[in-house]
């Protein structure tokens, strides 16, 4: 079954510093979400793309992050500048073109800030 | 984006079915309900989705009144491995609105 996977698992990162996290999602998707969890919390969203812009994004979506669809396959999230407070779990998430269908998530990349 | 209301947690014994509530007293007319799982350090998995009545596949069924403002997810014959926290969610194609979920624990 196709699935959306994300790089890397695991980044330790020092504050102040960029990242950038990857996913590749399910190759005929062609909406593309990124999500955080914080420990302990809800999982929140960020930002959906499509058509190569941004369609919608949070609050939380501030000036430190970007998204990107730097070629047919890869969707990525740069945080510019990193806080103490971005540490979490970033999922990414695609879906189908069809209206109505559900979103799939990867396992997502687990973000320490030191 | 409609909110929704379900239990914090609930035990199950194994081998047993599960039925999870979930309240969406104001779910709009192009809305779906939407069930996800998530394991510890996980992404939330995709379970069932449907509109109105039943819906079933492989892993559970989905129970929708005809007024739409309440579900119930199935689980049949739960397994310890079915310990995880469950997520209704109303969506339209938009973002989705996680709230905390319902922890459901599987006891041997």
């Known amino acids: 079954e196709p699935e959306v996977t994300q790089t890397p698992s695991h980044q330790v990162t020092q504050m102040g510093q960029e990242v950038i996290l990857r996913c590749v999602p399910i190759?005929?998707?062609?909406?593309f979400y990124w999500y955080r969890q914080i420990l302990g919390q809800k999982v929140e969203f960020l930002v959906s793309?499509?058509?190569?812009?941004?369609?919608?994004k949070s609050e939380i979506f501030d000036d430190q992050f970007s998204v990107e669809r730097p070629d047919g396959s890869n969707f990525t999230l740069k945080i510019r500048s990193t806080k103490l407070e971005d540490s979490a779990m970033y999922f990414c998430?695609?879906?189908?073109?069809?209206?109505?269908?559900?979103?799939?998530f990867g396992d997502g990349t687990r973000l320490s800030i030191l | 984006l409609a909110k929704t209301t379900q239990p914090i947690s609930m035990d199950s014994y194994e081998g047993q079915e599960v039925n999870i509530t979930c309240s969406h007293n104001?779910?709009?007319?192009?809305?779906?309900i939407t069930w996800y799982q998530q394991f510890p350090s996980q992404g939330p998995r995709f379970i069932i989705q449907g509109y109105k009545t039943k819906v079933t596949n492989e892993v559970a069924s989905l129970f929708i009144p005809a007024d739409r403002k309440s579900s119930t997810l199935s689980l049949p014959r739960v397994s310890l491995s079915d310990t995880a926290v469950y997520y209704c969610l109303v969506y339209g194609n938009n973002r989705l609105a996680f709230g905390k979920g319902n922890q459901v624990v599987v006891i041997p």
């Open positions: 793309f499509y058509n190569n812009e941004i369609s919608e």
């Open positions: 190759s005929n998707h062609l909406y």
């Open positions: 104001n779910i709009a007319t192009n809305d779906y």
């Open positions: 998430a695609s879906r189908d073109r069809r209206s109505n269908q559900p979103q799939h």
